[in-house]
């Protein structure tokens, strides 16, 4: 394998770690699809014996998500809510969970209507307010979980300054970093301990594979999460293994596509006079920019934004007749993708959250999230101008 070091650039180590060279000489890590190992005797203990354990694709996958997240230990999951399930299932009855309200619905779902009864206690918190965050902590609290940005409002929380929170009170603080990516946010480097990615999203990047990923620096975390990732059954199919190994290459040319359209299109939404509301982190109006320009950086420095617009229509568009009009923008859930992609976050991804609580939070029928792909941007501005303004 070829080696890197402390100077390897970010883009140069996400084509190579993890990229094995076998006796075969084959340039691209090869795909072991079994499901169980030649074992040499009835007593060995050889590093691969089943795959739902580990193997080597999953490994070699392993190894790059790590690096990813300047982070020692890393895990793959079949899904983001796989990896999600494992950081909840890390604590026992009693102990007391923090998260931000604004999460994605099926945490939201994961959290009332599958772990509601199991003895842990959740509380949804406003975590882009400090003082909410701090007096919100409990003498039980062992976990604040973040979603920055959040999902689809787009709030953020400011990670370095809640880790040092949960320093003070011993509280572990995780950060779901699917919409920024490894590569415009890296929240083990601000002070989180442990970073959650639904990988279907940016480090998938192809809307082709499920999967989901957690990556922690404490050997104590690291060894909850192992044997919960292997007896939960919760590893991705080697398949998927492989081919996020192929995605995750070109993350950062796509996600640097991804962000520079998204700021192009943004800028330009906020000047329809049918569009009343744009949310983007990095317009001056919005609430954290300050924030954003603090830690959403990329692996040289350079701010970023996300590829994620969240905007409302005036009332005097039908969204259903809006989006009849587009061509390549795709009414379809998801994100993270090299096509754009459409929804409605009030009747689609947030249809499990009662309809007063969306309406608290702001998440309207008419508001629209778009997941700016890296088609030609002109191409996308010109179909959004149609829909909206004709
Ligand atoms: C921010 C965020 N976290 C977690 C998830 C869940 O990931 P998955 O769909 O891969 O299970 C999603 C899915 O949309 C998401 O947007």
Known sequence: MSKTNKNTKFSTKTIHVGNKIDETGAAVTPLHLTSTFRQPSFSSTEKFVYSRTGGPTIDALEENFAMLEDAKY???????MAAMSAIFLMFKPGDHVLISKNVYGGVFRLVTKVLNDNGVEFDFIDTTDLKVVKKSVKKNTKLIHVETP????LELADISSISKICKTNKVLLS?????????????????????????????????DILSGALMVNDKKSAEKITLIQNTAGALPSPFDAWLLLRSVKTLSLRVEKH???????????????KVSRVIYPGLKNHPQHKIAKKQQRTPNG???FGGIISFELDKSININKFSKKLNF??????????KTLISCPYSMTHASVPKKDKEDLGITENLLRLSVGIENVDDLISELDLAINH
């Open 175 to 207: 950060v779901d970093n699917t919409f920024m990516s490894p590569y415009g946010q890296k929240p083990l480097n601000l002070g989180a301990d442990i970073v959650m990615h639904s990988t279907t999203k940016y480090i998938g990047g192809h809307s």
């Open 259 to 273: 962000f520079s359209n998204a700021v192009k299109i943004a800028n330009w939404l906020k000047n329809q006079k």
């Open 302 to 304: 350079k701010i970023v």
């Open 74 to 80: 890393s895990f793959a999951f079949a899904s983001g």
């Open 150 to 153: 959040s999902n689809p409002l």
């Open 329 to 338: 923008i795709t009414l379809a859930e998801s994100l993270g993708g090299v």
